[in-house]
């Protein structure tokens, strides 16, 4: 049910619901006392009241506790993950990352200077087209979309390989589009590949 009382414009015009509903609550306060001629009975139910009010305080302050170890086991198992987790704006501009994924783009010790960079900046200039498309993809359905074999620029000297998955959802707070990323390193496996390839084109070799 809505409440009676509309959202105030102004100071005054919240003074004046507050005084309302004091005379609201005050009333069926009165009310309530009158129903009890036994100042004994009145007593009674008020102390019932009571335990009900502090034993709904302490059901609330379990289901807190709760949410809060729950919390914290969703945060160590998407920081220890295997693959890197990632979320991006709708720009594709890094709004948050697990530790793998800072791995992944070069930054495992200052994990926060990637943030608010572009994810391109961290993919190959010869993927660069393909990050681009693939993200507009993502951004155009509302199904998880999945580019294979991205190369990402790094700082070492053997490349880094991932496949991306990825889907666009609408944050529950600001209401913002965002990007659900998830990368998986591939890079062993498109060596061994590369490998079978060119003993097969160069036997011997």
Do not use: W
Not at 119 to 128: D, E, H, I, M, Y
Not at 137 to 153: F, H
């Amino acid at each position: 049910m809505g409440s009676q009382f509309a959202r105030p414009s102004s100071f005054a015009d919240l003074r004046q619901q507050a005084e309302a509903r004091l005379a609201a609550a005050s009333g069926a306060a009165l009310a309530a006392v009158a129903a009890y001629d036994d100042p004994v009975r009145l007593v009674h139910e008020l102390q019932v009241h009571q335990i009900e009010l502090q034993m709904q305080n302490e059901a609330l302050t379990e289901a807190l506790q709760q949410a809060d170890v729950l919390r914290s086991k969703y945060q160590e198992l998407y920081e220890s993950a295997p693959v890197g987790y990632l979320t991006l704006d709708k720009d594709g501009v890094l709004v948050e990352l697990n530790e793998r994924a800072a791995a992944l783009l070069g930054a495992r010790e200052s994990r926060a200077s990637v943030l608010g960079q572009p994810l391109r900046k961290f993919v190959s200039p010869a993927c660069g087209q393909r990050l681009g498309d693939f993200l507009q993809a993502v951004l155009n359905s509302s199904k998880e979309v999945q580019a294979d074999q991205l190369e990402l620029s790094g700082q070492g000297v053997i490349p880094t390989y991932v496949d991306a998955r990825a889907q666009a959802s609408s944050s529950s707070a600001s209401g913002q589009t965002l990007i659900r990323l998830v990368l998986v390193d591939v890079t062993a496996l498109r060596m061994a590949r590369d490998d079978v390839v060119r003993h097969l084109v160069a036997p011997g070799a």
